[in-house]
């Protein structure tokens, strides 16, 4: 089986009551991106209506999600009571996005990974994308 393409991945924290000023005190770092309820979108065409905190890893080709993982987590806290507290209030994933170049590629997500979302209450979220055919 040959290995995805591309990943990418990105820890998000999202809540209606979210203050992404303090995800990023609790976490010790800045986010890619945040949102607070009722911002203006980027395009502005409309108002947020969650709060969102959002760190992205570093793109990969071929995938590398174990690297895109081990990237995140060494970023922010592992005190595991602050990601208790978090889980309680907000909605916190790992969202990653696999891109195939064929019909069969596949990938590992290693137990030590796993394990540690797990114990963080860090849910997998993944978006797997069949490779187009030109036409």
Known sequence: MAQVGRSVATLRVAGV?????????????????????????????????FGLWRLEARNREPENVNGQVEELLS?????LEVWRVLGRRFEV????GWFMNESNEG???????????GERGIQLSLD????????
């Open 93 to 96: 994933d790992l969202f990653c």
């Open 107 to 117: 990938l590992d997500i290693s137990p030590a990974n796993l394990l540690a979302l």
């Open 17 to 49: 009551d979210l203050v992404p000023d303090e995800v990023s005190e609790l976490l010790g770092i800045q986010p890619t991106h945040a949102q607070r309820k009722g911002q203006p979108s980027r395009s502005g065409m409309h108002l947020a209506t």
């Open 75 to 79: 970023q922010v806290t592992s005190k």
């Open 128 to 135: 797997i994308y069949a490779p187009t055919t030109a036409e």
